[in-house]
């Protein structure tokens, strides 16, 4: 099945500083990359996504990038606000029924 | 509903005793799946309905666990005999056809066994 990994688990930035989260996957079927930002106390939610026909996307101060040839895609996020400070997951699927899988997340840090 | 609805929030239970969890899915979502996630970790899978297919169970982690779902709506997830390990909060998400669209999740239930 796919697995995903995901790097760093922890990163701490300063506000208005860039950050970068990254995680590979190992099936090459897999054609669908979301990322979701969870708020303590909260559901994970969608904050942007990528397929695998497009090589980067952006929403404002976010962005993701995909390389199928490596496996791997990224999260951007640039002008780091405090706001920002959550743990991220990224995921992978394939076509059809298969579900999601999870990378482990990333508590992302923003200090001020 | 706007979104995905779990209740209830925080449940507190006696080892032993068994809970049961309840998830409303976005009307019209297909596919609906029940996560787990202990504190400080990641999403661990659990169960995945999709219409009127047999669920995958292959995440369950033991037969202490069972989930149901009535037809495209509600689901509930029961665990018999909770155990303090059992303690997590349990994260429901449904989506659209089969998946092509990303889930989108309730806020879930805290549950502590104690």
């Not at chain 2, 982690?61 to 037809?71: L, M, Q």
Request: hydrophobic share 30%.
């Amino acid at each position: 099945g796919e697995n995903v990994e995901q790097h760093p688990s922890t990163l701490s930035v300063q506000e208005g500083d860039s950050a970068v989260i990254k995680c590979t996957y190992s099936d090459s079927a897999s054609n669908y990359f979301p990322w979701y930002k969870q708020e303590l106390g909260k559901g994970p939610q969608l904050i942007i996504d990528i397929r695998s026909n497009v090589g980067e996307k952006k929403d404002q101060r976010i962005a993701v990038t995909l390389n199928k040839t490596a496996k791997h895609f990224s999260l951007h996020i640039t002008e780091t606000q405090p706001e920002d400070s959550a743990v991220y997951f990224c995921a992978a699927r394939k076509g059809g029924a298969d579900g999601l899988t999870f990378g482990k997340g990333t508590h992302l840090i923003i200090q001020p | 509903g706007a979104g995905v609805s779990q209740s209830p929030s925080n449940k507190v239970t006696e080892k032993g005793k068994d809970v049961e969890l309840r998830c409303d899915p976005i009307s019209g979502h297909t596919a609906l799946y029940w996560y787990r996630q202990r504190l400080g970790q990641g999403l661990e899978f659990l169960i995945y309905f999709q219409g009127n297919s047999a669920p995958d169970k292959s995440g369950l982690p033991s037969d202490r666990f069972s989930a149901e779902r009535t037809g495209e709506s509600v689901s509930t997830l029961t665990i018999q005999r909770t155990q303090q390990e059992d303690s997590a909060v349990y994260l429901c998400a449904s989506s659209a056809r089969d998946g092509v669209y990303g889930y989108t999740f309730g806020s879930g239930t805290r549950l502590t066994v104690v």
